[in-house]
């Protein structure tokens, strides 16, 4: 049997790092849009304090839809983020289509 120091000392420190993206707690007053499948379905909402912070909220009711939009949500803040999107800019219907409809 190995001595348990001989398991510690294989321990090395590993750099771990978030993502970079938006902040997820407003600094001030929030404006939301709902997020819509082409049928109309409410998927979630869209929100940003128009500063730093954005996110997206699932609707729970949408079930497995609103998970997998929620997924593609937070992609597309992220890639939003790393292009230099300002917080303010994303409630554009834009940023959302052809795959969902944002609805202010």
Do not use: C
Not at 27 to 32: A, E, F, I, L, S
Not at 56 to 82: K, S, T
């Amino acid at each position: 049997m190995k001595d348990e120091r001989e398991y510690l000392d294989a321990l090395t420190p590993v750099n771990v790092s978030t993502p970079q993206t938006y902040d997820w707690q407003a600094q001030g007053p929030v404006r939301r849009a709902a997020l819509r499948d082409h049928d109309g379905r409410l998927l979630g909402h869209v929100w940003t304090d128009d500063l730093a912070a954005a996110g997206f909220l699932d609707e729970e009711a949408a079930g497995a839809d609103g998970v997998r939009a929620g997924a593609l949500m937070w992609a597309i803040l992220r890639d939003a983020y790393a292009a230099g999107t300002p917080a303010s800019a994303l409630l554009d219907p834009a940023l959302y289509a052809p795959d969902y409809v944002l609805a202010l």
